[in-house]
């Protein structure tokens, strides 16, 4: 394969919702082309792009998975993203690779949620965006209602590049509204002359002299038609719409053409580096400086590692050295590899806009940015959804122990989604991801592939421990037992620190008397006061006075979490010249800490998350119903367009843990939600006597079980 030139490629990322016939749409394309021996088939485990072991089990794709043919004098990398919300991370580093987003809509089930995420996230991207509606011999079909609705969710822009005849189960084929016949086919959905003076006038708004030759209805050639509706859809003035059933094999071809004559090629849309803070924009020229960024990792059985790269300027050689921007390191490239679902092709070089992969260099990360060291740009960073749930991980065997790390860690590499960490306060080895599908994947992977098992449930509540009122006290370490003893006295008081306390305001001689210095941990929300006056306590022992009390609060008093929003002040001791050391000072400080500690009524705190809820507006009773019994705090609601809402609220992390599965079963599928940690609140009194006697993962409401089978059951 030689570079091709840059005005001939045309790079289109699918998505949408699952089921919508994503796959079988690339499948059928690619086979149409000549690519592919036989027509494949996601649902027989079949298909030319679903090559991994979990998707033919699936059904569905669990990573993008890149194909590409010619067709009207172009070629166009097409790139079959995942539609399941579980593996959303995969589409970030998907479109990054693309300048068109083909969103694919279900005929019988319009737009759905995921599918108006996906439109949203290719438009924040920068994406040109193309519509193909699937299934359209679906019985249950009907396009005019289907346009209003495609209308409504994405906007005026969308207008049809084709039109049926016959809908529904009749379905026989489609007309161009481009070039349309002189009169409309019986049968014609839509007239195609009607919808074409609609697509005539977006196409024209970007030109103004062809504008006016249309206002003065002077002929306008097939050629200066096809040209003015490539410069709008780049803009986003027009939003082709595309009617097709791919069972049928109808309307396939019409698509495949449009996406040749009108899907941008990267010399249409304007591409940025970053240097320093300056955005700068970058042209898609072979003789330029070398700009790649890796967009996707993966680790193959056979092949090894590979690292996608998309190519923005420059050509990249086979055996040519490249810097690694994040890492500043040099790296020799000594395979470029051709993609083709699953085959794969050495090659020469590659030039801006291809999308190629390099093995065997484990330098390279996603979102890394590889240039050829002559300018210090890099491309912005790759924005990846956070995950959103846990479980714990143990080794099943201590076989599995040895190995479990390093094949975590490679699972890691390919999805960006996926952390894995470990708890120090829990003690645990944690694994995150964006759905409790998508852990199942990983548990999969890491049974089939790296012959690793594991044993998993869920996490520990990581809570702390605070006190609400002051204390003061004293406590005397004393050891003699032959020889040298142990000899320490501290005197302290304990009081807590107030949240958003600017340090430099709060800790002044005027609220500490005899202040000599402080030490603050924001993190904690933790001060540590000297204020010891008269040389009671010599300076040598007071960092380990100091190191005393954090010892302690790491340990926890109350039930062993950490402690936070305390301050703790020094002002008195007492030291014998010869007994007297270190040691001896922490323990005293410990023991003193904890003493004071259980005075100062102390109290347990749990984590409350920040959470996003986007549900069909009528289930906005139902679920802030539930919120509410998870002691969640509604914060606010906002109407989101196609009779969504999204609401606003807080509410205790251990009652969100198992929410995913909660927040499907009461809105059919249709909800989503996102969470972050806000920030740590009291436990109410009956939740911290279950936790403190040891009654559950700390501080549910005990029906959580009832919750689930409630909403399972509706």
């Not at 200066?224 to 082709?240: D, S, T, W």
């Not at 305001?505 to 941990?521: A, L, P, T």
Request: include cysteine; hydrophobic fraction near 40%.
């Amino acid at each position: 394969m030689s570079t091709h030139p840059v005005s001939t490629l045309r790079n289109v990322v699918l998505l949408g919702h699952s089921s919508v016939g994503k796959t079988s749409l690339a499948d059928l394309l690619i086979y149409k082309a000549g690519v592919s021996r036989r027509l494949g088939s996601p649902e027989q485990g079949t298909s030319f792009l679903d090559i991994d072991d979990e998707e033919k089990q699936l059904h569905h794709s669990v990573t993008w998975h890149l194909c590409h043919f010619e067709r009207g004098g172009a070629r166009i990398n097409l790139i079959d993203a995942p539609g399941l919300p579980d593996f959303v991370g995969q589409v970030v580093g998907a479109m990054r690779a693309a300048e068109t987003a083909l969103i694919a809509v279900d005929a019988h089930r319009g737009v759905e949620l995921d599918t108006r995420k996906s439109f949203q996230h290719a438009g924040n991207a920068g994406l040109a965006r193309m519509v193909v509606i699937n299934k359209c011999d679906c019985d249950h079909s009907h396009l005019p209602e289907l346009m209003d609705s495609l209308r409504e969710h994405f906007g005026s822009a969308c207008v049809l590049l084709n039109v049926p005849i016959v809908s529904g189960a009749d379905f026989t084929g489609v007309v161009s509204t481009v070039d349309p016949p002189a009169s409309s086919p019986p049968g014609a959905v839509f007239d195609p002359l009607e919808i074409h003076r609609e697509v005539m006038d977006r196409a024209v708004e970007s030109d103004e002299d062809l504008m006016l030759r249309y206002l003065d209805d002077e002929p306008i050639s097939l050629a200066e038609r096809q040209a003015a509706i490539a410069r709008a859809v780049a803009v986003g003035n027009l939003i082709p719409v595309f009617c097709t059933c791919v069972k049928s094999d109808i309307g396939v071809d019409d698509l495949a053409d449009a996406i040749a004559a009108f899907a941008p090629s990267p010399e249409s849309l304007p591409r940025y580096v970053l240097k320093g803070e300056d955005e700068i924009p970058i042209e898609p020229n072979p003789f330029g400086p070398l700009v790649a960024q890796v967009v996707k990792t993966r680790i193959d059985p056979f092949v090894s590692r590979m690292s996608y790269l998309r190519i923005y300027s420059g050509t990249l050689k086979k055996d040519a050295s490249i810097h690694v921007v994040q890492g500043g390191r040099d790296v020799r490239v000594h395979q470029l590899i051709d993609v083709q679902g699953g085959a794969y092709e050495p090659v020469e070089e590659a030039g801006p806009g291809e999308i190629v992969a390099v093995v065997k260099l484990d330098d390279l990360h996603t979102g890394n940015t590889l240039t050829d060291g002559s300018d210090d740009v890099r491309m912005p960073p790759l924005a990846f959804p956070k995950p959103m749930i846990g479980l714990a991980v143990e080794p099943k065997s201590r076989a599995d122990q040895a190995k479990i790390a390093t094949a975590l860690h490679k699972i890691e590499e390919e999805d960006p989604t996926f952390v894995v960490h470990h708890e120090h306060q829990t003690h645990e080895l944690v694994m995150e991801g964006m759905s409790e599908l998508h852990l199942q994947v990983v548990q999969n992977r890491l049974h089939e592939r790296e012959k690793v098992d594991i044993i998993t449930h869920e996490p520990k509540i990581p809570y702390r421990e605070t006190i609400t009122a002051a204390s003061e006290g004293s406590y005397r370490h004393k050891k003699q037992s032959g020889g040298s003893g142990q000899f320490a006295e501290v005197h302290m008081r304990l009081s807590p620190c107030p949240r958003g306390i600017v340090p430099a305001e709060w800790f002044i001689r005027e609220r500490f008397d005899g202040m000599r210095e402080y030490h603050y941990d924001p993190e904690m929300n933790f001060a540590f006061v000297d204020c010891i006056s008269g040389g009671s306590i010599p300076n040598q022992f007071i960092p380990a006075v100091e190191k005393g009390v954090r010892e302690q609060m790491q340990q926890g008093v109350l039930a062993g979490y950490p402690v936070q929003d305390v301050v703790v002040e020094l002002f008195f001791g007492k030291y014998h010249s010869v007994d007297s050391n270190e040691m001896a000072f922490r323990i005293a400080a410990r023991t003193c800490f904890r003493e004071l500690f259980a005075k100062a009524k102390p109290a347990l705190l749990e984590p409350l998350v920040g959470v996003e809820i986007t549900v069909p507006a009528a289930s906005i009773g139902d679920v802030s119903g539930d919120l509410s019994s998870r002691r969640g705090r509604m914060e606010g609601m906002e109407d989101i367009p196609g009779d969504y809402t999204a609401i606003h609220a807080k509410a205790p992390l251990v009652e969100m843990m198992t929410y995913a599965r909660i927040l499907s079963g009461i809105t059919g599928g249709q909800g989503s939600f996102t969470m972050e940690l806000s920030h740590y609140e009291p436990v109410p009194a009956i939740e911290q006597h279950r936790i403190l006697n040891g009654n559950g993962n700390g501080g549910g409401n005990g029906n959580g079980k009832e919750k689930e089978a409630a909403a399972s059951r509706s």
